[in-house]
């Protein structure tokens, strides 16, 4: 059974930085894409960022250019997200997503073959 599961979001003013970690168990091989999704209240679930075990990575052109970094460990089967200097239009839920590729980052669809349950980010100005 696949899980992903994902930590590091509370509330922090804005300026400040968090790390959201997501662990994976369960997976296979075919799904070497981890990667990150938001959703703010009342709007739509959009892409953040995206890395493959090849080090393939992307970036949503909606996340702020510089702010947030995606990065990975293989050995522990975790992805993070480094976001600094977060800004109240952060707040959001971020999920953690599993795909084959990194076109759900891409595009609406494919949807991520796998999601996990989300971790509340809220920033305060």
């Known amino acids: 059974q696949v899980q992903l599961v994902e930590s590091g979001g509370r509330s922090v003013q804005a300026g400040g930085s968090l790390r959201l970690s997501c662990v994976a168990s369960?997976?296979?091989?075919?799904?070497?894409?981890m990667g990150w999704f938001r959703q703010p209240p009342g709007k739509e679930r959009e892409g953040v960022a995206g890395?493959?075990?090849?080090?393939?990575?992307?970036y949503s052109l909606t996340v702020p250019k510089g702010r947030f970094t995606i990065s990975q460990d293989e050995a522990k089967h975790t992805v993070y997200l480094q976001m600094n200097n977060l800004q109240p239009e952060d707040t959001a839920m971020y999920y953690c997503?599993?795909?084959?590729?990194?076109?759900?980052?891409?595009?609406?669809?494919?949807?991520?073959?796998?999601w996990g349950r989300g971790t509340q980010v809220t920033v305060s100005s």
């Open positions: 997503a599993a795909h084959g590729t990194l076109g759900p980052w891409f595009s609406k669809a494919p949807p991520p073959s796998y």
């Open positions: 369960g997976i296979s091989d075919s799904n070497n894409c």
């Open positions: 890395i493959c075990t090849d080090g393939s990575h992307t």
